[in-house]
């Protein structure tokens, strides 16, 4: 660590005052709590450097594709989801040059060729605590057991197939997730598709707390902030922490920025642990500087992935095999949403 930090004389959080004096950046994320949190985190920075920061959103994969054909790029710096700076990595966005950002308390195993994470956070598994009682559920495995485990499934339909879940499935159709072929993929969704005609596949992070809140389903594919919140409103669930699913969005730099040096103080800025710290609180996302330490009370705490505890219970998806066939496991995907 010494020496990438040494390269870059800046330590993560580390800000030179005025060095972007005069200078505008833009920012690009997915808007509401989340994006006012990174603001927030980014405070500092603005008030230091001296830059004038926009805020921009949310993030389109066709509109920076536009820009960047055009040769007029005006998003600086821009937040992604998991897969999109590895199936568009050197084309959309730039390979960093990490003697340009300390990254030495970032969890293992989470920089990319061409992006650093920007939170964590985690898809959990949440059960009826009434409705099983002393016999709930405790893995993926469960989930998909219908005969021990009879009741409604709530599964992710906003978007994109998660493909730590569609391992999982893979798992119980005796496959494995590490040696995944594209005959695979159909193996998978057919285990999601015997959970039956009562599954329901919501459409939205709201949708889902709401299933959790009425008690429509019995088990529910979850993302930690939404679970967090449904339990705090009075939801009777509880996570089955067993390989919890790791999902993270991602920092990136496009190809064909004005300013590539500003963009990397930016993303400097944001890694420091008195940034990630603010985005926690603001947010409930896990923080990804393995020092911050956010004040957060306990409802929230409960559902921090970043403790030694959950990061040894995490599951991590299978990026080399989804990367290359995303465009293959979306359309399959969209097949089942349509009830194919």
Avoid at 84 to 101: I, R
Avoid at 276 to 300: M, W
Avoid at 306 to 312: E, G, V
Wanted: charged residues 25%; glycine residues 8%.
């Amino acid at each position: 660590a010494l020496s990438i930090t040494r390269a870059l004389n800046l330590a993560a959080g580390e800000v030179k005052e005025g060095s972007l004096k005069g200078k505008t950046l833009t920012f690009v994320s997915y808007g509401g709590i989340y994006q006012d949190g990174q603001a927030a985190a980014l405070k500092e920075f603005v008030d230091k450097s001296g830059v004038k920061l926009l805020n921009d959103g949310p993030t389109e994969i066709a509109k920076l594709q536009a820009q960047v054909e055009s040769g007029n790029v005006t998003w600086d710096v821009v937040d992604t989801d998991d897969l999109p700076p590895y199936v568009y990595c050197g084309k959309l966005f730039q390979k960093l040059d990490l003697t340009k950002l300390d990254v030495s308390k970032i969890p293992e195993g989470q920089v990319g060729e061409c992006s650093v994470p920007a939170m964590n956070y985690g898809v959990v598994l949440m059960y009826n605590k009434e409705k099983y009682k002393d016999n709930p559920p405790k893995s993926w495995a469960d989930f998909f057991d219908t005969a021990k485990f009879p009741g409604v499934r709530g599964i992710d339909g906003s978007g994109s197939p998660t493909g730590g879940l569609l391992e999982q499935a893979l798992k119980v159709a005796g496959g494995d997730p590490k040696a995944m072929t594209v005959a695979d993929i159909d193996k998978a969704i057919d285990v999601v598709r015997k959970l039956g005609p009562d599954t329901i596949f919501w459409k939205t992070g709201a949708e889902s707390q709401q299933l959790a809140e009425s008690g429509e389903a019995d088990m529910l594919m979850m993302w930690t902030g939404r679970a967090m919140t449904a339990v705090k409103n009075g939801a009777k669930y509880a996570p089955a922490w067993q390989d919890w699913l790791v999902v993270m969005d991602q920092m990136t730099i496009p190809v064909g920025v004005k300013d590539t040096d500003a963009s990397y103080a930016l993303i400097n800025a944001y890694l420091g642990k008195h940034a990630q710290e603010v985005l926690a609180e603001k947010t409930s996302y896990t923080p990804i500087n393995n020092e911050a330490q956010p004040k957060v009370d306990a409802s929230v705490a409960a559902f921090l992935t970043n403790t030694p505890d959950r990061q040894k219970q995490g599951y991590k998806q299978n990026f080399k095999f989804w990367v290359p066939n995303f465009a293959v496991a979306q359309e399959k995907w969209s097949a089942l949403m349509a009830g194919n």
